[in-house]
């Protein structure tokens, strides 16, 4: 069975930092790209990160600069590092696995909320 446990969600003010873990199955994290989405009330899930078993990344604009997404192997998590928040920023976060060996398959997390608020 495949599970992705997020922590490290919370409240924080404009400009703070946050850092969200994601720990996964072993079975699934070495075979898989890694991600982290958010969604926001009203909104779609959206990107925030990506990183490939190769460690290459990916960000879309909004968050380019300010967030940072790392992969620990030998532990099996996931990380993303969050500075300079912004209030646009709140929303929940969900890791996400993307299996693209033998079969193609999504698994997600069951969210950590993130608020960004004075």
């Known amino acids: 069975q495949v599970q992705l446990v997020e922590s490290g969600g919370g409240l924080v003010q404009p400009g703070g930092s946050l850092n969200l873990s994601c720990a996964a199955s072993?079975?699934?994290?070495?075979?898989?790209?890694m991600g982290w989405y958010r969604q926001a009330p009203g909104k779609q899930r959206e990107l925030v990160a990506r990183i490939t078993t190769g460690g290459t990344t990916t960000y879309p604009d909004s968050v380019k600069g300010r967030f940072t997404i790392s992969r620990d192997n030998a532990k099996n998590t996931v990380y993303l590092q969050m500075n300079g928040l912004k209030p646009e920023d709140t929303a929940i976060y969900y890791c996400?696995?993307?299996?693209?060996?033998?079969?193609?398959?999504?698994?997600w997390g069951q969210g950590t909320q993130v608020t960004v608020s004075s």
């Open positions: 072993k079975s699934i994290f070495s075979i898989s790209t």
């Open positions: 996400n696995a993307h299996r693209s060996i033998f079969i193609t398959a999504d698994y």
